[in-house]
């Protein structure tokens, strides 16, 4: 009923910058939060940055300051800035969005496939 499709993840060098999306389609009547989540290699998967449906912003401590997230509500679309990185950052990144389907009585949560970050030299 509802897709979510991540793009822009790759290979970018420490102090490099990407920049995610990822595009929310299907039978959406709205959107609340959206939010990014990320799982390196062997740990457990962790919010990195979150947007309610008005705009407002919360980030995780490692990303503050280097990491930017933004939405269009007319696209259904969150995006991630993600600059000054570094290995650490290393990771799949996962969107997740709060939607309510057309006809639905409740809110649901669905998420993206994931896109590859590494940042190596």
């Known amino acids: 009923q509802v897709q979510l499709v991540e793009s822009g993840g790759g290979l970018v060098q420490p102090g490099g910058s990407l920049r995610l999306s990822c595009a929310a389609s299907?039978?959406?009547?709205?959107?609340?939060?959206m939010e990014w989540y990320r799982q390196a290699p062997g740990k457990k998967r962790e919010l990195v940055a979150s947007?309610?449906?008005?705009?407002?912003?919360n980030y995780a401590d490692p990303v503050k300051g280097r990491f930017t997230i933004s939405r269009d509500n007319a696209k259904n679309t969150v995006y991630l800035q993600m600059n000054s990185l570094k290995p650490e950052d290393t990771a799949v990144y996962y969107c997740?969005?709060?939607?309510?389907?057309?006809?639905?009585?409740?809110?649901?949560?669905?998420w993206g496939q994931g896109t590859q970050v590494t940042v190596s030299s």
């Open positions: 997740n969005a709060d939607v309510l389907i057309i006809g639905g009585i409740f809110r649901n949560d669905y």
């Open positions: 947007i309610s449906s008005g705009g407002r912003t």
């Open positions: 299907g039978s959406i009547f709205s959107i609340g939060a």
